[in-house]
């Protein structure tokens, strides 16, 4: 019988990731599309907020706190230096991001300011998922997971995008590699966007794979069809799986044991990194999933670390933007990594109605109250009686 306590799980957090504090008020660079952002935002009828904010963080510190889980323990990060971060992004984007250092601004149309805390924030979640993939392959902890902010999947080798600048978890991915002794990394990506960044950077690596469930396009940021399986000697080692608005615990579960287990058998990973992202939840209103559906996501993967890599399993935090499901999202599947049990998923409201029915079961089958009520031997009996349409 599984008990939470039993496994021990690093998490990595530091307060100067709340130090990245965009404002939508900030101005692009010169010739940056200033004006077309600004006539789009003004014609909102609601007013748009950055929803990638430091209250991300303090939600789920505070859930931690005030329920703390047994077997995990908390310690801070260093920044990532140029070089670590040079492994996954070119020179070019890494001195565009340099030069960002103590502004404000917005760096790309595509949803990315600045602050002057940013920049030091950004070398901090990256090096946050190096801390935590360092743990695991020196056997400090059995899993670990970076509370990243901001995240990093969307980041592509030569630009910011989707809130993120540096790929945490391409950086974690990539230092395994070349420090660790890791050949073989799979990345499984469940925030519900897809990872684009991820993608690009590793399309052409035959040692590291990807496996992602996304929100199909046109949802942002409309990349990761089916078809795209990488390239080159790559080629094979990109597994995406889009799926419909609304699809939740049952389809990624199936995606999860028909497509990720066996890809999983087949390629034989020596470390595991998850792209963690809690938008997938229902009151994120991108898909559809649970808590349980996180948890049993979670045992899949560790199950999977068990059996292929003794274990090691990193996890980096990505989306979730609903401060409820991201806190609980993010502490439900700390207790399954430290030993809990997951709980199996079921289709909401199937056991309200199964009580209900039970409450209900007497109500209609004696003293029929209608004259014209079937009787017990009547056909209908156990059918809808005919409707007059
Ligand atoms: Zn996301």
Redesign the pocket.
Known sequence: MPVIGDRSVLVINDDRMMNHQPDIQDPFLPGRLDRRVREILNGLAVQWRYPEHPGRLSAITQRLNADPIPGVHVETAEPATREQLGRVHTSAHLREIERMRGKHAWLDVDTTAVSPGSIEAAEVAAGAAIAAVEAVCKGRAQSAFALCRP?G??AEPARSR?FCFFNNVAVAAAHAQQELGMERILIIDW???HGNGTQDIFWASPDVMLFDT?RAAPF?PGSGRLEDVGAGLGEGTTVNVPLPGGSGDQAILMAFREILIPAAAWFQPDLILISA?F??HRLDL?LNVSYEGFAAMTEIVQTLADRHCEGRLALVL????HLESLSQGVHTVLQVLAGGEAPTPEEIGLAEVAAASEFHKTAFISDAPYSDAPSSDSPLTDAHPPTQL
């Open positions: 995240p999947h969307h989707g925030d519900a966007h996304h942002y992202g938008d997938a991108c990505e989306g979730g933007y």
